[in-house]
């Protein structure tokens, strides 16, 4: 089989988050071949090796809290995939991927995987931070789980850049270059220090061509923002009403989150305002004010659906 084809058309997943299905490598099953979703935003072919590059870092740097990535890669019909080390899964993953495969609430999962990490996510995102990743963090409790010898992981891989928001002529870069390089230089393994600091420089070189690249394009055009924004607000209008923004800031436990339909509703909704801010970030002539005034809806939704953490539901983040 090549790697470069595999996509998974024959095999049940083995997981599945908003942007990404997970399979077992049919030629290895210690491995595991991410796919891309049709719908999710793909990388360039330079953000895609620098995804490889920065993750390979990151194992190296954190091998018991990173899994290793072997490949990336994009097939002849565009899909595009990572090849990486498989880690068991704890029962909270187990049950999370139960209940997006059955379209069901997620709350109990997040709760038994919240009490299967005991606080140990905090302390692999604070690795994470150490080594210069703070920027690309997705504190999502499905990223994380635990082995069988009880070493927590993050499972997302790394993307390396992005277009700014605010200028779409220039990159914003999610690592810290200086903190990766003090990270680096204090691995007492000569040989492993040499290999980072080499795939190191090799994704600095990519950024730079991408950089270049994305400053000698012609201004591209962009879809007209208009109707997508109406279509956003309108999804977004019914639950940012008074009272259902009241009933969602009511709910204060884990175990109510799980029985609440509002809240499963408006999670739904979330999702749908997620992909569509994304969309117009991405593909449409969007400005950075009119973007802005759309997030802060999307956030006040977000806020109010709140976060699961240790039994309680969280609306501050």
């Not at 099953?29 to 330079?46: C, L, Q, S, Y």
């Not at 009511?250 to 499963?264: L, N, Y």
Request: proline share 3%; aromatic share 6%.
């Amino acid at each position: 089989m090549r790697f470069g084809n595999f996509e998974g058309m024959n095999q049940k997943p083995l997981g599945e988050g908003d942007e990404k299905k997970v399979f077992i490598n049919p030629e290895d099953e210690g491995r595991v071949i991410a796919v891309t979703k049709k719908e999710a935003g793909k990388d360039t072919p330079r953000q895609l090796k620098g995804r490889y590059y920065l993750t390979k870092i990151a194992h190296m740097l954190l091998p018991q809290h990173v899994p290793d990535i072997y490949q990336a890669g994009e097939s002849q019909s565009g899909v595009q995939t990572v090849d990486a080390e498989r880690i068991a899964h704890t029962q909270g993953h187990a049950l999370l991927q139960e209940a997006r495969q059955l379209g069901e609430g997620e709350e109990s999962a997040h709760q038994q995987i919240i009490k299967e990490m005991d606080g140990a996510m905090t302390k692999v995102d604070m690795e994470l931070e150490r080594i210069g990743l703070s920027f690309n963090i997705d504190a999502n409790v499905g990223n994380y789980t635990k082995d069988e010898a009880g070493n927590v992981y993050y499972l997302e891989t790394f993307k390396p850049w992005q277009v700014d928001v605010a200028n779409p002529k220039e990159l914003e870069v999610l690592f810290d270059e200086e903190e990766m390089r003090i990270a680096i230089d204090g691995m007492a393994d000569q040989e492993a220090k040499a290999e980072c600091m080499n795939h190191l420089e090799r994704l600095l070189a990519l950024l730079e061509e991408e950089r270049q690249e994305l400053r000698e394009q012609p201004e591209a055009i962009s879809i007209e923002c208009g109707p997508h924004v109406q279509e956003l607000e309108a999804t977004l209008e019914p639950f940012l009403k008074e009272d259902v923004l009241a009933v969602l800031h009511t709910i204060q436990t884990e175990d109510d989150a799980i029985k609440s339909k509002e809240r499963a509703d408006a999670k739904k909704v979330l999702l749908v305002a997620f992909n569509k801010l994304k969309f117009l970030q991405n593909e449409t002539n969007i400005t950075t004010e009119e973007y802005a005034r759309l997030q802060a809806k999307y956030k006040t939704l977000d806020r109010a659906i709140g976060v699961g953490n240790r039994g309680v539901i969280d609306h501050t983040r």
